[in-house]
């Protein structure tokens, strides 16, 4: 059956604008985080400690975390993306809270995304995850291209497992599978998180991280439920999507998410529509209507 109640991760406001050209202000970045916790998301991931010449649009990181420390945040609730050591330090220096690392299961998205080895990454991300667990940082871990890969193609799931039980070795709670450009369809959701859990990772203990590029995120959530899985990234508005990843586009919208699973009876203690504002505000500055279904049909604009 399906469970009663799931974590909705938000990633809007580091997924969903990293490649947008359009800058956005950090105040504006700190107020869309703002609007999303109070939506009642529990986990709003803030930003990254990348290099701001790979992903300018987040350059601003230390401001973005400060602004949310200045609000009186739970820091803990706002996870940043950290590559590497550098990053690390960067992030600890400005007072993140959690952190999140990333990998690929593919050798040439590592080189495209990261300029590392598929291994030489896991490993830079296993260190980061361990140092960061001294400092008293919870760290989650993502694996992109776990369905598909468009240099590479199919994507063995056995190659997804190695890298995801990597990852929960050197410490993250949770591990997200990430479909960075939106390829599986549902059959290939079940046999993926078997695989992965069949490597030694325990299914409370991953996340699906879906992009709707071919608008299969949706259908892959509910194969995803079924399979076990009780953690779903999405980002308000559908925003988004890896620069580095070729044919990326939006993540799955919140939005459309949260009223699946509504209709589904399935808890996630969010608002939609004060979900719904916050990414409206967000698309707006963008300067585009929202991609979200659900969007379009309640605020047709
Ligand atoms: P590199 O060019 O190989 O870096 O990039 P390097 O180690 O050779 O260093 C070059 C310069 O960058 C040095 O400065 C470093 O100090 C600096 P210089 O000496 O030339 O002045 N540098 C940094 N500066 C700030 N912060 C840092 C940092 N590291 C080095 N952390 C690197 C390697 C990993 C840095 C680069 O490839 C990078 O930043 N990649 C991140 C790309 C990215 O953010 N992609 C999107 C996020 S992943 C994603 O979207 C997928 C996901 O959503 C799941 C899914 O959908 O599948 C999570
Ligand atoms: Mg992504």
Same mark, same amino acid.
């Given at each position: 059956g399906l469970p009663e109640r799931v974590t909705v991760y938000e990633v809007g406001a580091r997924d969903g604008l990293q490649a947008e050209a359009v800058p956005v202000p950090t105040a504006a970045k700190v107020r869309m985080i703002r609007e999303l916790l109070a939506a009642g998301l529990p986990m709003v991931e803030a930003t990254s400690? @990348?290099?701001? /010449?790979?992903? +300018?649009? =987040?350059? !601003?990181?230390?401001?973005?975390?400060? %602004? *949310?420390?200045?609000? %009186?945040? !739970?820091?803990? &609730? #706002? +996870? @940043?993306?950290?590559?590497n050591d550098r990053g690390l330090d960067r992030a600890l220096e400005a007072g993140a809270g959690a952190l999140a690392v990333f990998v690929s299961a593919t050798e040439t998205f590592a080189r495209r995304n990261l300029n590392m080895e598929r291994w030489e990454a896991v490993e830079a991300a296993q260190k980061v995850t361990e140092r960061g667990a001294l400092e008293g940082r919870p760290v989650r871990g993502y694996v992109s291209m776990v369905f598909g890969d468009p240099w590479e193609g199919p994507v063995a799931p056995g190659q997804v497992a190695e890298v995801a039980r990597a990852l929960l070795d050197a410490g993250c709670y949770e591990v997200s599978l990430g479909d960075t450009i939106g390829v599986g369809t549902p059959g290939h959701v079940g046999?993926?998180?078997d695989a992965v859990v069949a490597a030694g990772v +325990? &299914?409370? &203990? =991953?996340? *699906? #991280? =879906? #992009? !709707?590029?071919?608008g299969q995120a949706l259908a892959n959530v509910y194969a995803g439920l079924l399979a076990g899985v009780e953690t779903f990234d999405a980002s308000v508005g559908g925003i988004g999507g890896c620069p580095y990843a070729g044919s990326a586009t939006g993540n799955l919208a919140t939005e459309d998410l949260l009223w699946m699973l509504t209709g589904l009876g399935v808890e996630t203690g969010v608002d939609l529509d004060a979900a719904m504002r916050a990414g409206?505000?967000?698309?707006?500055? *963008? %300067? /585009?209507?929202? +991609?979200? /279904? @659900?969007?379009q049909a309640l605020r047709p604009n």
């Open positions: 400690f @990348v290099s701001p /010449r790979w992903i +300018p649009q =987040l350059a !601003d990181a230390p401001e973005v975390v400060a %602004g *949310l420390a200045e609000a %009186g945040l !739970d820091l803990a &609730r #706002h +996870p @940043v993306l950290v590559p046999a993926v998180v +325990p &299914r409370e &203990r =991953l996340a *699906l #991280h =879906l #992009h !709707d590029t071919y409206l505000a967000v698309t707006t500055l *963008l %300067g /585009r209507p929202s +991609p979200s /279904r @659900v969007v």
